[in-house]
């Protein structure tokens, strides 16, 4: 007994040609595909970078608001700020004090930092490798040009600069190639973050930046 449907339907296999072909176009698209995707990739991670440096900011807007408009490196630690902890570089208890503001710590790693690796709390395994970002020591909340916070992979005459309480001084600092290809992302005090190439002049104007001190985990 033979069955058949409605509609009477050829079924033929692919010839080698049409196999040839079909994988010939594959091949083709991804390598079309790769070198996009491959771009696209660290364009993500940046923006991602932005992204946590800005929710980082306002959360600092959030905490000053609540303690006469100063940040925790201006608030003894008496008084729930971080400004005694700061003046030895001590960057986690900064970011302690502002737990009930952040969200999560997630947001304190740079996608693109392969160095450093995300906490689930503030408390249990929160180290400085669970911090991406400097702190800017004299930041305040009145003047916009003051540096937050931002990428902590930074350089000075080719050097990395090491943990601890850096001054800028007259020096340019920039950034290392891993994260951001030689550039850093920078939150400023009027809730802005930005792509820049080196930290010690302001990216719009070229006046000098204020922060003068920077806290590297």
């Not at 916009?144 to 020096?171: E, F, R, Y």
Request: proline share 5%.
């Amino acid at each position: 007994m033979k069955l058949q449907g409605s509609h009477n339907q050829s079924i033929r296999a692919m010839t080698l040609t049409e196999v040839i072909v079909a994988v010939f176009v594959v091949l083709l698209l991804a390598a079309i595909l790769l070198p996009v995707l491959a771009y696209l990739k660290p364009k993500s991670s940046r923006i991602g970078c932005m992204q946590n440096l800005q929710e980082v900011g306002l959360d600092y807007k959030i905490w000053s608001g609540d303690n006469n408009d100063k940040y925790p490196a201006q608030v003894s630690a008496t008084n729930g700020g971080a400004m005694e902890w700061m003046a030895t570089g001590n960057v986690l208890a900064l970011y302690q004090c502002m737990s009930n503001e952040l969200s999560t710590p997630r947001i304190l790693v740079c996608p693109n930092d392969a160095g450093h690796h995300p906490a689930t709390n503030f408390l249990v395994g929160f180290t400085a490798k669970s911090i991406s970002y400097f702190a800017g020591l004299d930041a305040n909340d009145h003047d916009p040009q003051n540096a937050l916070t931002g990428d902590a992979n930074l350089t000075v005459n080719g050097q990395p600069v090491p943990s601890g309480v850096v001054n800028l001084g007259t020096n340019i600092f920039t950034w290392t190639k891993d994260r951001h290809q030689f550039g850093g992302n920078v939150a400023l005090s009027d809730g802005s973050a930005a792509n820049i190439r080196q930290i010690g002049f302001y990216p719009a104007t070229g006046a000098a930046i204020e922060t003068n001190r920077l806290a590297i985990p």
